[in-house]
Structures are given as C-alpha cells and as structure tokens.
C-alpha cells in the first residue's frame, strides 16, 4: 500500500513535498523520525502534523571570547595586568575574531578590571580582530575611547531585581543611559554591542518571560546596537527555554543580529547553543578554559568554554577560523597563572591541564 505519511521540506529549492512509503509484505514503518536526502539537502522529518524541521546550521559560527573580561572580572585575586595582556595576545593568535578585553566600569564595583588603561595600551591588536570593552554609561565610553577602543558594549538585564544589583538602577532607567553611549557612539562612528542579562533565569526573581526579554533586546536594537548578546547568566537554561525565549525575541530583531551567551552552571549550555544554532543564530560567546561567573549572581558558574564550542562546531562542520590546539595553549596558560583546574571538558580529555 502506498500512502503519504508526512511532508518534506528542501533547504536547496525551499519547497515542501510529500514523501511516499511504501508499505507491504509485512514492512512496517516504525520510526517516529526519519532522516532522509531530499534534493541533497539533509533534514530530520517529523512524522507528527505541526512539528518545525530543524533548520540548517550556518556554514560559519563567529566566536566571541569573553575571558578576559567576564572570564576574570569574579576573580578575588587581582590578576596582573601583563597576565591579561598576555592571554589576549595569545587568544589573537588562535584566532579568535573577537575578544572583549577588559571593562570601564568603576573599580569600586569591579577591582579586578582597575587595570582597562594598561591593558587596552599593552595588547598587540591584530589585524582584523576586534578588542571591544565593555562601558556601563557615558563616562564609560569616553575613557574607553580615550583608551584606543574601537568597539565598546553595554549592558542591561531582563530582570528588574538583577539590573539593579549589577548595576544601581532599574530596566528603564538603564536604557535611558544607554542612550546616552549609543548617541555618543553614533558620532564618533564607534560600533556598539548589546548583552542582556537573565535571559533565561534571574537569582533573584526566578523566571523571566521571554516577552520581557524580547521588549529589551528591541530597544537596545532600536538605539543602534549592531549585535544583541542574550545571556544565560545563572545557566539555569535548557534547550526548551532557549527555543521559546529565542522564538520571542526573533519576532522583534533579526537572527543575525542576535548572538548567545551560555553559562554552564545545569552543563546544558552546549545543548543550549546548538538549539539556536539550528534556530538561525550564528554569533556565540564563549570563555576559555570556561572562565567566568557574576559578581552579583550568587552560585553562576562559569561561561561555557571556548575549547568545548570550538570542537563542537567543527564536529558540525562549521567553520569558526579558530586554532583548537593554539586556544587550549592559552587555556593552559591562563589556568596555570590562576592556580586551577581548566572547566573545559576538551582540554581535560586532552590532558593539557
């Protein structure tokens, strides 16, 4: 008996088709997925009516390295300035596209980034790497540019008890200041990056709608923000939350502008990142050796590590230009100066620490 049991949908001529089983001769058809070549493109085919086909994953994944900065801003020990020269020398040399290499925020809430002057001066900047820094108000912005930044980033959250406990102030009243960079960015032609924060989880007032994250990352995006970074602070996230959040927030920006940022404090942040991979997203934040936590979230561990991202993707086939051997080596270093275990599982397979 020949009978249609569900459609297919082609990624080379962006069609949908009926695919045809033939049943007989005591051959039943079991499965509740099938993975089948269809005008050469592979896609998992849901036998249920209603259900989205996963989508192709991009051919090139832009990796944001986050260590320097959100890696090392929790560490209770001041970490010498040419230490962090040095990791991010070594970062560049790996690869990596983007490294964000220390904030402008006051040393009063953040000791461990009182050195921003030092080390944006003593970095050898690469050729097409981008070193962006990351600048809580105007007063931020105009000494990180005093610096020599040529990228900055600012931040807001998506919880109204989180935003002011990392940054004295309420969602609205944020914004109103970001205004104020993203203007003064705007004239002197300096690109600006949004994160929101507690995306998927606040320490404070639990879950957050993925509407309350959706309206934030608008604004930000509307201001002039180029690139929104949605984070998983506490990583209380899966990849259910991660698909409804991102389904909220690419109704109001586009999916190529938006990037992830997963910590790995529930170990589902790689889980996490290849959801909204196959969602359309193709920029991620990532920490070498797994470096990270936040001051003002109580029990985050840290980001997910870069080692971890980068082998995962080229296992995908998806290119990332990063050295994987280059960036362990600086996983290796950063963690020896730091006294401790690496957090990335790739570089403890690999026996370098």
Same mark, same amino acid.
């Given at each position: 008996i020949e009978k249609p049991l569900f459609d297919v949908f082609s990624f080379k001529t962006s069609e949908w088709s009926k695919c045809w089983w033939t049943v007989g001769s005591g051959h039943c058809f079991r499965s509740h997925v099938l993975r089948i070549k269809f005008a050469s493109s592979w896609c998992l085919c849901p036998l249920q009516a209603g259900v989205s086909p996963v989508k192709s994953l991009p051919e090139r994944v832009k990796i944001v390295e986050v260590g320097p900065r959100d890696g090392l801003q929790n560490e209770k020990t001041i970490v010498p300035a040419e230490v962090k020269i040095r990791l991010i020398d070594m970062l560049s040399d790996a690869g990596l596209p983007v490294i964000e290499a220390t904030s402008f925020v006051s040393p009063k809430w953040v000791p461990q980034m009182a050195d921003q002057m030092e080390v944006m001066q003593g970095i050898h900047r690469r050729p097409g790497v981008s070193y962006p820094v990351l600048t809580p108000n105007l007063k931020g912005f105009q000494a990180a540019v005093k610096a020599g930044a040529g990228e900055v980033a600012i931040f807001g959250a998506a919880s109204e008890l989180f935003s002011k406990k990392n940054i004295n102030c309420s969602i609205e009243e944020s914004l109103q200041r970001f205004e104020e960079v993203t203007r003064a960015a705007q004239?002197? &032609? *300096?690109? /600006?990056?949004?994160?929101?924060?507690?995306? %998927? +989880?606040?320490?404070?007032?639990?879950?957050?709608?993925?509407?309350?994250?959706?309206?934030?990352?608008?604004?930000?995006?509307?201001?002039?923000?180029?690139?929104?970074?949605?984070?998983?602070?506490?990583?209380?996230?899966?990849?259910?939350?991660?698909?409804?959040?991102?389904?909220?927030?690419?109704?109001?920006?586009?999916?190529?502008?938006?990037?992830?940022?997963?910590?790995?404090?529930?170990?589902?942040?790689?889980?996490?990142?290849?959801?909204?991979?196959?969602? &359309? *997203?193709? /920029?991620?934040?990532?920490?070498?050796?797994? %470096? +990270?936590?936040?001051?003002?979230?109580?029990?985050?561990?840290?980001?997910?590590?870069?080692?971890d991202v980068v082998y995962m993707l080229q296992g995908l086939g998806i290119h990332t230009g990063v050295d994987l051997q280059k960036l362990m080596d600086a996983g290796a270093f950063i963690c020896r100066s730091l006294n401790r275990r690496t957090n990335s599982k790739v570089a403890q397979a690999s026996c370098k620490l």
């Open positions: 004239a002197t &032609g *300096v690109p /600006v990056r949004g994160y929101v924060s507690c995306v %998927l +989880g606040c320490p404070y007032e639990g879950k957050v709608s993925p509407e309350k994250v959706a309206q934030v990352a608008k604004r930000l995006y509307s201001m002039g923000c180029y690139e929104i970074s949605l984070g998983d602070t506490i990583g209380v996230g899966t990849p259910g939350s991660m698909r409804e959040m991102l389904g909220a927030v690419t109704k109001e920006v586009p999916v190529d502008a938006l990037a992830v940022h997963c910590h790995d404090t529930y170990g589902q942040a790689l889980a996490n990142i290849l959801i909204a991979l196959q969602m &359309g *997203v193709s /920029v991620v934040d990532s920490s070498v050796s797994g %470096l +990270g936590g936040c001051p003002y979230a109580q029990g985050a561990s840290g980001n997910v590590a870069t080692e």
